[in-house]
């Protein structure tokens, strides 16, 4: 039985937009995350599930009280069913800027 955890937080969590490419040797996932840096991010692929979090922190300027704010910050979190054999110990992923790649390669098919 498999059992849901639900997660408690003051922030809100988001779901990041995301880009999907195919090349000959995998996939390729890009995630827009603003305010994410590489000791923030999260992947995990486990069972055919992409999962990807990120946690930010509040932008807090010394000396000033917000006014007006179109900008809310808060966490990440996406999941994708990967219907590709993915070799995960070749999985790798990168943080720049707020935008996580990830590079999930195929796995080698088997020679007949």
Request: glycine share 6%; charged share 35%; proline share 7%.
């Amino acid at each position: 039985m498999s059992e849901k955890v639900e997660k408690t937080s003051n922030k809100p969590t988001f779901l990041p937009p995301v880009d999907i490419y195919e090349r000959q040797n995998g996939l390729t996932v890009v995630a827009d995350m603003p305010g994410t840096d590489e000791k923030s991010v999260e992947v995990n692929f486990e069972k055919g599930i992409l999962t990807i979090r990120g946690k930010t922190r509040e932008v807090d300027i010394k000396g000033y009280k917000a006014v007006y704010s179109e900008y809310q910050s808060g966490d990440y979190e996406r999941s994708f069913s990967v219907p590709e054999e993915i070799d995960v110990e070749k999985i790798e992923a990168k943080v720049e800027n707020g935008v996580v790649t990830i590079q999930l390669p195929r796995s080698p098919k088997p020679e007949a």
